[in-house]
């Protein structure tokens, strides 16, 4: 039996990430510290207070949920500083751009999505598995969320197969020596230390797992 994602679902979600940058700030603030400039916590809460602002504007008309994340993608350019905002960005952008105007979305089209995102990201960081970056956390999320969808899996399981994958890609940044970004300028020193980029790139997909996850088979969705 199939789950479609609907808008509202994704605003759930967006706005759960949003609580979630807000309560690790500190988290990401120390782990940035110790391997860059000590911003990425201000900048990324910056943009989810921006998000949560506009999210709330009854003006904001995002009717399917392409134009929803495109609205995400140009708030977090323009409000989140140092490289993440691009990052995220492009990360959202290229998302839309596979919802071909929907308002609902299956784990097939939200797999197709998210490989889209992390395409989009690596483009515009050139950041490859390995480098410790965010990558290191959504490129195997992307991996599993595939696997999931091309078995079959129910939607809360695909998803919770993403966040166990993210999770592990997180904390493998640990061990890395980073390629790219300033602590690519530390060398070996940055080994150690947990990528704040993953970190908050986990988070993405942890809530998308507590929200999107909850999404119900579509046919009982359509007896509401």
């Known amino acids: 039996m199939s789950q479609e994602i609907s808008l509202a679902h994704f605003r759930a979600w967006l706005l759960a990430y949003a609580e979630h940058i807000e309560a690790i700030e500190a988290q990401l603030t120390d782990l940035d510290a110790a391997i860059g400039d000590a911003d990425h916590g201000a900048n990324m809460r910056r943009g989810m207070e921006r998000l949560r602002a506009r999210l709330a504007d009854p003006g904001l008309q ?3 949920i392409g134009a929803l994340l495109r609205t995400v993608a140009m708030t977090l350019v323009s409000t989140v500083g140092g490289a993440a905002g691009p990052l995220y960005g492009a990360f959202f952008l290229r998302a839309a ?5 929907g308002s609902v979305v299956t784990l097939v089209q939200l797999a197709r999505m998210f490989r889209a995102g992390l395409q989009g990201i690596q483009q515009r960081g050139k950041a490859q598995l390995n480098d410790k970056t965010l990558v290191d956390a959504l490129e195997p999320a992307v991996v599993a969320l595939e696997k999931a969808a091309a078995e079959g899996a129910p939607l ?4 919770e197969a993403a966040r166990v994958a993210a999770e592990a890609g997180m904390r493998h940044t640990i061990g890395l020596q980073a390629n790219r970004g300033r602590a690519s ?5 940055a080994i150690g230390h947990q990528d704040p980029g993953a970190t908050s790139l986990y988070g993405l997909i942890r809530t998308a797992a507590e929200t999107l996850g909850a999404a119900q088979p579509a046919s009982l969705a359509s007896r509401r």
């Open 62 to 64: 995002c009717d399917d």
């Open 97 to 101: 751009q596979e919802c071909q105007g």
């Open 156 to 159: 809360a399981v695909a998803l």
């Open 185 to 189: 300028y530390l060398g070996p020193r």
